[in-house]
């Protein structure tokens, strides 16, 4: 009997096919697709809490992790400048209301009044002094004045005149009122002068740092702020809506071909010991990003998030950005925003061959093929 290494030939051969058969039918197997990727807790909605005035933090009153409603005061500037600002245009409007009243009321009755005694005294007057160069005419062809009396009586006459010109231009302004271009002019003031105080009344409520949103305040030690100064932009607070904690997938960039709304999401987080968390896909963020992108905050400012992606050189993979809800059975209450782990989105039922060769595929009809001159 010809014997060969591992056994006979008629068992060994038969032995090969069936580990052979025996391979190719489990890679048959039913095995998920499915699209892994990093992931970390966030809440539904956040929002960063920033002073728009150069000013010093007088109180601040929440602490870390206190919750907070909507339109709550977390903290307020001292405001020394803003409201010697909103004092100086509240008595701007004040007296350009009282000026633009004094225009509509015209002159004062006593003032028209003087103005009109005037005129009588002046026209008493006037009507002497004619009377004076009437005598004095008739004496000079008498011989009995002199030439220089007779001038000087001319010269009286004639400034009374001039006087009483403007004695009557006086009576006639004072009894006609301002003109309709002053009052204009005076409405016109007040109008700049309001706006100014509806400008300042706006500066003067951004004092109070309020949160928008109900929320739980993220700051360590937001305590010991009170006393800084702060510059517009300066971020004070961090609010988080933690009732609804959704989960943030970097998933790989096929997630934007296979991944659907409602697909099944398995996570298993380092924060729990990698306990199964399960939830489905609420949505697809349609724009592929660095890995410096997902990790900024979205309440952070084009500067801030310039200085955070800094810390992700290698910028040349893309990922999608997937976000998930949790099942009603998570365990949300130990779970807490920044937690993070690894997710595997399923996306169909295929083979282990088909999972197997998948990835493969795609290095030589992308990568391979690239080469290829």
Not at 67 to 90: H, I, Q
Not at 123 to 145: F, I, P
Not at 279 to 300: C, Q, S
Not at 335 to 358: C, K, N
């Amino acid at each position: 009997m010809n014997l060969r290494f591992g056994g006979t030939q008629w068992l060994n051969y038969p032995v090969r096919i069936a580990v052979a058969l025996g391979g190719v039918a489990a890679g048959c197997l039913p095995y998920n697709f499915e699209i892994c990727g990093h992931c970390h807790i966030v809440p539904r909605s956040e929002a960063g809490l920033r002073s728009q005035l150069t000013d010093e933090i007088a109180m601040v009153y929440v602490g870390d992790g206190d919750l907070v409603d909507a339109g709550s005061v977390v903290a307020r500037l001292v405001g020394r400048d803003v409201d010697a600002d909103f004092a100086k245009a509240r008595a701007d409007v004040e007296y350009a209301t009282a000026f633009l009243k004094q225009m509509q009321s015209g002159y004062r009755p006593e003032d028209i009044a003087a103005a009109v005694s005037k005129l009588e005294s002046v026209t008493s007057q006037l009507s002497y002094a004619e009377q004076q160069v009437d005598r004095n005419s008739n004496l000079l062809g008498k011989s009995a004045v002199a030439q220089s009396a007779y001038e000087k009586s001319i010269s009286s006459r004639d400034s009374l005149k001039s006087e009483m010109a403007a004695v009557k231009e006086n009576v006639s302004k004072l009894q006609a009122g301002y003109r309709q271009e002053e009052i204009d002019e005076a409405k016109a003031k007040l109008a700049k002068a309001e706006a100014e105080l509806q400008l300042q009344t706006k500066k003067n409520a951004l004092k109070e740092i309020k949160s928008p949103i109900r929320g739980t305040i993220c700051k360590p030690a937001i305590e010991a702020i009170a006393g800084h100064t702060v510059v517009p932009g300066d971020l004070i607070a961090v609010v988080q809506d933690r009732e609804q904690l959704l989960v943030q997938v970097m998933a790989d960039e096929a997630a934007a071909y296979h991944v659907k709304k409602g697909m099944p999401v398995k996570i298993r987080l380092w924060g729990n010991y990698g306990g199964l968390i399960t939830g489905r896909v609420e949505r697809i963020v349609a724009t592929a990003v660095d890995e410096g992108k997902l990790a900024t905050e979205g309440f952070r400012t084009d500067r801030e998030s310039t200085l955070m992606q800094q810390r992700y050189p290698d910028s040349h993979w893309r990922y999608i950005q997937v976000m998930v809800k949790l099942d009603e059975n998570a365990a949300r209450e130990s779970l807490m925003p920044g937690m993070t782990g690894e997710a595997r989105i399923v996306v169909a039922e295929d083979s282990f061959w088909g999972a197997l060769t998948r990835d493969l595929g795609r290095l030589v009809l992308v990568e391979v093929w690239s080469w290829l001159p």
